[in-house]
């Protein structure tokens, strides 16, 4: 089992940053490839980004490559969201997600997902 919380999501101004964090528990977290997705009003949840747990590969959505970064720390059981240039259109909940498998994290078929952190764009 794994248990996901979200952290440092807020509000801030078009063209502004934001870092979210996901703290993990469970001793195998080095074992699993972790994620974002998010879900804006009336839309389905997408997928945002992923780790691979193996050799540390990083996966975007074409609407946040160049602009966010994802990146984990093994010793603090933590992934991370670096968010820049944000714009009103990145306004959603933002979910961690962990898998074993690091397309499951694109599909949106994952094992776990945290409870969410909202993030609002104000233009």
């Known amino acids: 089992q794994v248990q996901l919380v979200e952290s440092g999501g807020g509000s801030v101004q078009a063209g502004g940053s934001l870092r979210l964090s996901c703290a993990a528990s469970?001793?195998?977290?080095?074992?699993?490839?972790m994620g974002w997705s998010r879900q804006a009003p009336g839309k389905e949840r997408a997928f945002v980004a992923a780790?691979?747990?193996?050799?540390?590969?990083?996966y975007y959505a074409n609407s946040v490559k160049g602009r966010f970064t994802i990146s984990r720390d093994n010793a603090k059981n933590t992934v991370y969201l670096q968010m820049n240039s944000l714009k009103p259109e990145d306004t959603a909940v933002y979910y961690c997600?962990?898998?074993?498998?690091?397309?499951?994290?694109?599909?949106?078929?994952?094992?776990?997902w945290g409870q969410g952190t909202q993030v609002t764009v104000a233009s």
């Open positions: 469970g001793r195998t977290f080095r074992r699993y490839s």
């Open positions: 997600a962990a898998d074993g498998i690091v397309r499951e994290l694109v599909v949106g078929t994952n094992d776990y």
């Open positions: 780790i691979s747990w193996s050799d540390g590969s990083t």
